[in-house]
């Protein structure tokens, strides 16, 4: 029997600080800065920087950039508001971008 490694995490791909657990993926069918981005519903190990509005592919939104706690690199962003009705699951979700991650536990 294969030993078990623990939770699957994605951890920021500059210092492998953990960020996500793979179990909080919402969803990988959104658009970060660089491509490709996966919606969470939890994120750890980060520091969320000052709130600011932008328009996004999906309409206005209140964000915050979020940064490893570590590094301090850019990995995504956090929805603080959304102003569209059909937007609102998104607010308190956590933006990471693919390319900013890697896979650990896998």
């Not at 623990?6 to 791909?13: D, Q």
Request: aromatic share 12%; charged share 25%.
């Amino acid at each position: 029997m294969a030993e078990s490694l623990g939770p699957r995490l994605y951890s920021c791909s500059y210092c492998r600080n953990r960020v996500s657990l793979h179990d909080d993926i919402i969803s990988k069918s959104f658009q970060g800065r660089n491509g490709r981005a996966f919606l969470f519903s939890h994120a750890m190990n980060i520091t969320v920087g000052p709130k600011e509005d932008r328009h996004l592919l999906t309409g206005l939104h209140t964000v915050a950039d979020i940064y490893c706690a570590d590094c301090r690199e850019v990995l995504g962003w956090k929805y603080e508001r959304a102003y569209e009705a059909s937007q609102k699951y998104k607010e308190g979700k956590f933006i990471l971008e693919k390319a900013k991650l890697v896979q650990e536990n896998w």
